[in-house]
């Protein structure tokens, strides 16, 4: 057994691999991290630039336009909060790590959903590594991701973009899928070409269902971000982290609750607009 | 020419489905060759014309092929062999540019389950085959009122699919099909997802269209009546896709090829199918010109009847006139008939239906009288020959039995 095992050995394996990439392929992921880094920069910039009080102002509105009066107070109540507590920047942190994130996960999971929707056996071969991309517990991502991109918010991102990208493929996947026959029929007989199809008829259509996707891909970036704050993501996970770490159950507490507010302004506001789509 | 040639037809779905046409040839049943090779037939050996301007109905039960039909007839499903000839070119062999110019511009479809985009509006809808010709808008726009207009939709241009009944839904498909003007228009059950009422009001509606439009109108439905009402011919699918027979209304339900199509007819009002122009007789007629009370005694008697009907040389009615009268003529020594000439009968035309014509003929002394629009004598209609055509399609056995018959029968049965 133990001699097949040293034949045969996955974590071994699976280790001679990353370090043929980090020898090999390591000018495509100083490329990737800098893109990345710009992107992050960019977003981040953005959201800790401007004085809290807009930016509280801002998403209060958006709450109130997309989501209604209740999410909208909520929303000024909760934020208010963590200014008051002093986690203000680390939210916004936490907030432009989950944000990148998603936008990549996007650029990459509507592709590869659309791609599945239109091929059997690319759903076939992509299912299962969907599958385990889920499944494998969240930290493994973090070995690979910083032996490939170092420490700091990048492998953060990229740990974050690879956990959270299923959920977007799947219901692109499904929500093309479940486009009534009639409808694809309707359009063919009144002549259209495959792109016609696509944008104006099948991804209006399953609309509603990828929007689902995006809401739990946002969910599950939320989630993963705050564990990379131990690469060293910063934001948020960090607190919550020196919480842990140090035993601060006050610092623990109050960053968990700056992560619920969080979380639920994030997915009110997208599931509110799954709904808009809907109607 | 006509319009849609479709010669030796075959669709057959499954893996490798050429082989299974040698079988069918063979005479081999569907079950066998299902058994054999896997494979399923939609089509059997399809052959008909469709003119131009007519409304073609191609009428089966479900499983007939009858869908699988009305779309190989715009390739949203290619056919396995045979050739589709529209205007003269072979659908069958086209490539996907020269198919989707097609589908633009020379035929759209409406389907039975409206196959509406569900996030445009109603306009929006409408215009989407245009859209997708790309038109510009605000000639698509004006186009798009104009079918609108057409169905009766006015007013609801901004309405979302999901808040309109399914009657109006079907309107916003017709509408849709009818806005890029196109030559053929293809209707797969359109309305067999509608309640009867409201399905009885959109087939007058689509009658009445077509008297407007004039488009060529492949409607496929497995509703008899509704095929006898739209269809100015009928194709009748038999099981595992093969035609038992095409042609009008009336030859399907007075000559029925087969003992399927027989049966399949046989629940069919014929009242309200069967006109007054096919069963209409030649009755007893006198020229006012030429005729006088001599010929008219002599006509009556030989065919033994106390009237005739009097025309003029253009065959147009005059009248009838009773044979008291004309023996009153006769005596006072006069010749004009049109003198003596009455007007206490009934006229229809020849494409009223016997149902409609059933209550007046159980009442009046003279059989109807049957005139075209230019008041010409085209025949007569008498009771006998009403009471006749409804008998003919009746099942013998369902008849009412005399009663002593009946009393015979309990007798017999006592006496055991």
């Known amino acids: ?43 981040n910039w953005l959201f800790n630039f401007p004085s809290a009080f807009v930016i509280i102002g801002l998403f209060s509105f958006l709450a109130w336009k997309v989501a ?19 986690y203000w920047s680390e939210t916004m942190d936490t907030l432009s790590l989950v944000f990148s994130a998603v936008i990549f996960g996007l650029l990459i999971g509507l592709p590869v959903g659309i791609w599945a929707s239109r091929s059997d056996s690319a759903w076939k071969i992509l299912r299962p590594i969907l599958d385990f991309m889920q499944t494998l517990p969240a930290f493994v991502y973090l070995i690979p991701a910083v032996l490939l991109f170092k420490l700091g918010p990048v492998p953060g991102v990229i740990a974050t973009l690879i956990f959270s990208l299923p959920p977007v493929v799947r219901l692109t996947n499904l929500g093309i899928r479940q486009v009534p026959v009639e409808i694809r029929e309707a359009c063919r007989a009144f002549g259209a070409t495959p792109k016609q199809m696509l944008l104006k008829a099948e991804l209006p259509v399953a609309l509603p269902t990828i929007m689902a996707g995006v809401n739990q891909t946002i969910m599950l970036a939320l989630s993963m971000v705050v564990i990379s704050g131990m690469i060293g993501a910063g934001g948020l996970g960090n607190v919550v982290l020196k919480g842990i770490t140090q035993l601060k159950i006050d610092m623990g507490f109050e960053g968990g609750i700056c992560i619920v507010i969080l979380a639920i302004f994030l997915d009110r506001v997208t599931q509110a607009f799954t709904a808009t789509q809907k109607r | 020419m006509a319009l849609v040639e479709v010669k030796d037809l075959y669709k057959i779905f499954g893996t490798n489905p050429k082989r299974a046409i040698p079988l069918i040839k063979e005479g081999k049943s569907k079950q066998e060759i299902k058994k054999k090779t896997g494979c399923t037939i939609a089509i059997n050996d399809a052959t008909f014309e469709i003119h131009r301007k ?19 007839l715009n390739r949203l499903v290619k056919p396995t062999a045979g050739q589709i000839l529209i205007d003269g070119k072979d659908i069958v062999k086209m490539g996907s540019d020269e198919l989707r110019e097609l589908r633009r511009y020379k035929m759209s479809m409406v389907f039975q389950h409206f196959g509406l985009l ?95 439009m004039h488009k060529t109108i492949i409607f496929i439905t497995h509703d008899l009546d509704e095929a006898l009402k ?19 209304p009336e030859e399907i339900l007075s000559n029925p090829a087969d003992k399927y199509v027989k049966e399949f007819v046989q629940n069919v009002d014929r009242t309200k199918i069967i006109t007054a122009g096919s069963i209409k007789h030649s009755g007893p007629v006198l020229n006012s010109i030429k005729d006088g009370p001599k010929a008219a005694l002599h006509l009556m008697e030989t065919q033994s009847k106390s009237y005739a009907y009097l025309v003029d040389s253009q065959r147009s009615l005059k009248g009838i006139i009773h044979i008291e009268d004309v023996i009153e003529l006769k005596k006072k020594k006069e010749n004009d008939l049109s003198t003596i000439v009455r007007h206490d009968f009934f006229t229809t035309t020849p494409d009223t239906a016997i149902s409609d014509l059933l209550g007046t003929a159980l009442h009046t002394k003279y059989p109807i009288v049957v005139i075209n629009e230019d008041n010409k004598f085209l025949g007569i209609v008498s009771r006998e020959m009403i009471i006749a055509e409804v008998n003919e399609g009746v099942d013998e056995s369902d008849t009412p039995t005399v009663f002593s018959e009946i009393l015979e029968e309990t007798e017999v049965f006592q006496n055991e």
């Open chain 1, 1 to 43: 057994m133990n001699r097949i095992r040293e034949i045969f050995d996955i974590g071994a394996g699976f280790e001679s691999i990353i370090e043929w990439l980090t020898e090999e392929a390591d000018w495509l992921f100083d490329f990737i991290a800098l893109v990345v880094e710009g992107f992050l920069d960019g977003v």
């Open chain 1, 68 to 86: 209604g009066k209740g999410v909208a107070l909520f929303s000024l109540i909760g934020f208010l909060l963590i200014l008051y507590m002093g």
């Open chain 2, 54 to 72: 007519e409304t073609f109905v191609v009428m089966g039960l479900s499983g007939s092929g009858k869908s699988t039909f009305i779309r190989c």
């Open chain 2, 118 to 212: 569900p996030h445009r509006n109603v306009i929006n809808n409408v215009e989407f085959g245009l859209e997708l010709g790309g038109m510009k808008k605000t000639e698509r726009r004006e186009k798009a009122m104009e079918a609108i207009t057409l169905v009766g939709l006015e007013g609801f241009e901004f309405s979302m699919p999901n808040e309109l009944s399914g009657g109006m839904q079907q309107r916003v498909g017709l509408a849709r099909a009818l806005a890029n003007d196109a030559e053929i228009l293809l209707m797969d059950e359109a309305f067999s997802a509608l309640d009867p009422l409201i399905r009885a009001q959109m087939q007058d509606e689509l009658l009445d269209l077509q008297d407007k």
């Open chain 2, 230 to 248: 739209i269809g100015d011919r009928i194709a009748i699918l038999g099981p595992g896709g093969r035609v038992r027979q095409i042609g009008v």
